[in-house]
């Protein structure tokens, strides 16, 4: 079929496993702290650490991952992250103390910041320039896919078995994914010479921090991340507040999320190649605070509605659009040491929680206006224009 040639081969392999690799992990991640509390009895601050180790230390790390995939090559690291990945989830499955949980969570923030650089900058590897809003737009979806479909089979799998099987499946599952990538990345980056560096880590990191083009992309892209994490932590409260069962019209609001991603990933992003990554991520940013004022303002299901699907536009615009833009920023032998930078951005997941909770207890009413205004903010560091690889 002609839409399979759009893409090298090794490009709709990597694209499936994403969809393989995150319906399984979306079998059990999302349920680890309901897992931690009914199973191990955790305590709820046990339980905070256990689950905010995995981001912070994925944050921390991604430099390192995208240097290492630069330095050693995509194969190696894809393979060897992938395999001690599923050994984490093995490890979910059977340990007993609040601190292994700690220990092995820490693990998956690691995987994660290893394997994300190094497929994405595989991918960019076997895609021409010209084709890789499409590419990010495509991954994006995957993602959403998985999002959708996994934790439905995980809450069937955990039902139907004892609640640790879906931690033991995904980890086969991750099994199964490192044997048939060997054989494919055997076969398909023999055919090409992927570009590697040869600074030593010291000297990339140097280079990042005098490389005011991807300090502006990292401070913009935390300042939208501060709102993207309200619809996580402080909108379903703010909801509660507001509105009776709160609970329902929230699930209603996850749905409504993922189905307007769906639907409206592939045509956004075929629109938005006709535009510079800049203009792109400047219309996600106006989505994202024109959601946000409206959530502040809403009183019914309709008006929440429509915030939703104003927001999720905002981030279909806004997400694959920054993986573009760092992939412009990047020169060709450091792909995979600039997206692992790029993972510095998650720094706003971790503030945007805390700075919404502050904002949910003091200014309730005006909460989302002042984190709308944070984020119209980003749009004065995207004023310089990346430089092309």
């Known amino acids: 079929m002609a839409v399979f040639k759009f893409f090298h081969p090794l490009v709709w392999i990597i694209l499936g496993g994403t969809i393989f690799t995150r319906i399984a992990s979306f079998m059990a991640m999302p349920f680890l702290a309901i897992y931690l509390h009914n199973e191990i009895g955790a305590s709820p601050l046990e339980i905070g650490i256990t689950i905010g180790i995995a981001p912070l230390l994925s944050t921390v790390s991604g430099f390192f991952g995208g240097y290492f995939t630069d330095r050693f090559g995509r194969k190696i690291v894809i393979l060897s992250t992938i395999l001690v990945w599923s050994i984490v989830f ?62 439905i089979i995980g809450v069937y799998i955990a039902k139907l078995a004892n ?79 507001k509105i009776e069962d709160g609970v329902a019209l929230y699930s209603l609001l996850i749905s409504l999320n993922a ?53 999720t536009i905002g981030e279909i615009f806004a997400f694959p659009t920054m993986n573009v833009m760092i992939d412009e920023i990047a020169p060709d032998t450091q792909k995979g040491t600039y ?32 984190i709308a205004i944070l984020v119209l903010c980003s749009a004065l560091f995207y004023r310089m224009k990346p430089q092309q690889s």
């Open 259 to 311: 189905g307007v991603v769906l639907l409206l990933q592939l045509p956004i992003s075929i629109v938005t190649e006709r535009f510079s990554t800049t203009t792109t991520l400047l219309v996600g940013v106006l989505f994202f605070a024109l959601g946000l004022l409206l959530f502040g303002f809403s009183t019914n299901y309709p008006l929440y509605i429509t915030a939703m699907v104003i927001f």
């Open 163 to 241: 609640p640790s099987m879906p931690f033991i499946l995904t980890g086969i599952m991750y099994i199964i994914y490192t044997i048939f990538l060997f054989f494919v990345l055997n076969h398909y980056t023999a055919q090409a010479s992927q570009p590697s560096t040869k600074t030593s880590i010291r000297q990339t990191f140097t280079i990042l921090l005098t490389n005011r083009v991807l300090l502006s992309f990292i401070l913009g892209a935390i300042l939208i991340n501060i709102g993207y994490s309200q619809f996580d932590s402080t909108l379903p409260q703010f909801i509660e507040l």
């Open 90 to 151: 093995f490890g979910f499955a059977t340990a007993q103390s609040i601190w292994l949980f700690v220990l092995f969570n820490a693990l998956n923030g690691l995987c994660r910041s290893f394997f994300e650089p190094s497929t994405q900058a595989l991918m960019i590897d076997f895609t021409p320039a010209d084709k890789r809003k499409r590419l990010f737009s495509l991954r994006y979806t995957a993602i959403n896919i998985a999002a959708v479909i996994g934790p």
């Open 339 to 370: 997206l692992g930078a790029a993972q510095f951005r998650n720094l706003g997941g971790f503030i945007g929680p805390i700075i919404g909770g502050w904002l949910l207890t003091h200014y309730l009413d005006g909460m989302f206006i002042i």
